[in-house]
């Protein structure tokens, strides 16, 4: 047990400082007890059945020690189960002060409450069944969200589709070990049939396609949950911090005309669309570098691996070059898209010698001096970040959490290893060992771990009628 389930847990639950309104909330056995002491409601506002279950009540907060009024507002009450926690809980309304919230945290401590640790409430509803592990977790990204798309696609799972979806494979995947069980207890004494020929093969076959396919939402969903990758790369001195700037529509990162400036990447979030966008500024990629500017390098690579969109700026006042090269030689296994900068000044090279020279054209000419073009760098984030949200519009389920991610492969790779023992035709019980790790896998992400699951279903699916 993270937290104890026993007592009664009270906590501010609207953010610090002072607003119109503020909310305390109160949750655990005692919550009724303890609420009915500090809580006057308003003459005529209280049924004679005591105070209502699921309305808000109009009365007075006291503190019943000397009858002291705290604050006027309101109280609900939820009785569990039907409550977020799935236990009896009180939210007060009350007005945003400060000093108020204390008081009125103190008089609930007084009583017997405790203070709620983080996500303390949360946990209760997981515990209690409210919500699953995964549903916990878009819980705190749609708190956390700074993009209304993270919050969008965090309430989805907080809706449970992800988790739905997962409970249909899962109860495929339990049918499958269900049969498996049978026939290592029962089928060699009784000469059953557990699967019709090439049944099995069937079953594993589809549920890792299914498994795969929601893999392959990762490379977009993960851009939902934490922010599309946009990398700035290109020689020393083409302009990046200066086109990074421009973007930003601010001087964040230091621009000077010797080249190697910029020594290690720099990051800052944009808003999109609606989309959180992560943009990263870089070290100037070239061949010969010194020992800072070599490390500088290193961490550029790794940003352009971890890239969903690399923006790569040229410099159009000189030659295309052995360092321009070298950029094309970390660059050419991917896709990009490049830009020619300082088109205000003379140009050195027409854009077909960028052609010529990498078998693919600019996808724009910009000037981080005038601002002319920038406006077309903006439309190439815009269109990944389109293409974001039409990937999450086009699939019933994405997976945007690498906890998610690296269960499903667990899963996927557990039962690969038993498509490839049915193969091979080995014994029962090495094909069962991997369809139980693929379920632990699938149960890690919801949080449930479930033996009795299994048993259920031999008992009652399956009439063995001994
Ligand atoms: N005329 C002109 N100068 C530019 C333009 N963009 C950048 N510069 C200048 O080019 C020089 C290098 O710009 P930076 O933005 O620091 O280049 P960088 O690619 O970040 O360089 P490193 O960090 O050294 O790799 C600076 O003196 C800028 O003022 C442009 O569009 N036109
Ligand atoms: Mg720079």
């Known amino acids: 047990m993270l937290y104890p389930l026993d007592d009664t847990i009270v906590a501010v639950s609207t953010p610090p400082g002072r607003g119109a309104i503020g909310i305390v909330r109160l949750s655990g056995r005692r919550t009724v007890e303890v609420a009915s002491r500090v809580f006057r409601p308003h003459a005529g506002s209280l049924p ?24 006027t507002g309101f109280l609900i009450l939820f009785r569990g189960p039907r409550s977020f ?50 549903q916990a977790e878009a819980l705190n990204d749609l708190i956390q969200a700074d993009a209304l798309w993270q919050a969008r696609s965090a309430l989805h799972h907080l809706q449970g589709y992800l988790s739905r979806t997962l409970r249909a494979w899962k109860e495929d995947l ?63 001195n083409a302009g990046k911090s200066s086109l990074f700037n ?19 990447f720099i990051k800052e979030r944009l808003i999109v669309d609606g989309l959180a966008v992560e943009l990263v500024d870089t070290a100037g990629v070239r061949p010969t570098p010194e020992v800072v500017e070599r490390l500088g390098i290193e961490r550029t690579l790794q940003q352009i691996a971890e890239a969903d969109l690399v923006l790569w700026v040229l410099d159009g006042s000189v030659p295309l070059d052995a360092e321009d090269d070298a950029v094309y030689a970390v660059l050419r296994d991917r896709t990009f898209q490049a830009f020619r900068n300082k088109m205000d000044l003379p140009s050195a090279w027409p854009p077909e010698a960028f052609t010529a020279r990498y078998g693919t054209p600019l996808r724009g000419a910009l000037s981080c001096e005038t601002g002319t073009g920038i ?68 149960d890690a992400i919801t949080g449930e771990t479930d033996v009795e699951d299994i048993l259920d279903r031999i008992f009652t699916q399956f009439c063995i009628g001994k």
């Open 85 to 134: 926690t799935g236990e009896d809980l009180a939210e007060f309304h009350l007005h945003g002060s400060p000093p108020v919230l204390r008081a009125v945290v103190d008089v609930l401590t007084r009583l017997g409450a405790r203070l709620a640790q983080p996500g303390e409430f949360t946990y209760r509803a997981f515990v209690h069944g409210k919500i699953d592990l995964a």
């Open 375 to 442: 406006a077309d760098v903006m439309d190439a984030i815009r269109a990944a970040v389109r293409d974001v949200q039409q990937s999450w519009r086009d699939h019933a389920v994405v997976v945007t959490n690498a906890r998610h991610e690296a269960c499903l492969r667990q899963a996927r790779k557990a039962l690969q290893r038993a498509q490839y023992s049915l193969q091979t035709q080995a014994p029962e019980p090495i094909v069962l060992e991997d369809l139980r790790s693929a379920l632990r896998a699938l």
């Open 48 to 71: 004679a059945a005591g105070i209502p279950v699921r309305r808000m009540v109009l009365g007075v907060f006291v503190d019943p020690a000397g009858d002291e009024p705290i604050d």
């Open 246 to 264: 421009a973007l930003l529509r601010e001087p964040r990162a230091i621009v000077t005309p010797l080249p190697g400036t910029t020594r290690d």
């Open 174 to 236: 339990i049918e499958l070990i269900a049969r498996y069980e049978a026939a290592v207890d029962f089928g060699e004494a009784e000469d059953m049939q557990f699967f019709e020929p090439g049944e099995a093969e069937r079953r594993l076959d589809s549920l890792v396609g299914r498994i795969a396919d929601l893999l392959a939402t990762y490379r977009q969903g993960r851009a939902l949950r934490e922010g599309l990758r946009v990398v700035i790369v290109g020689k020393p």
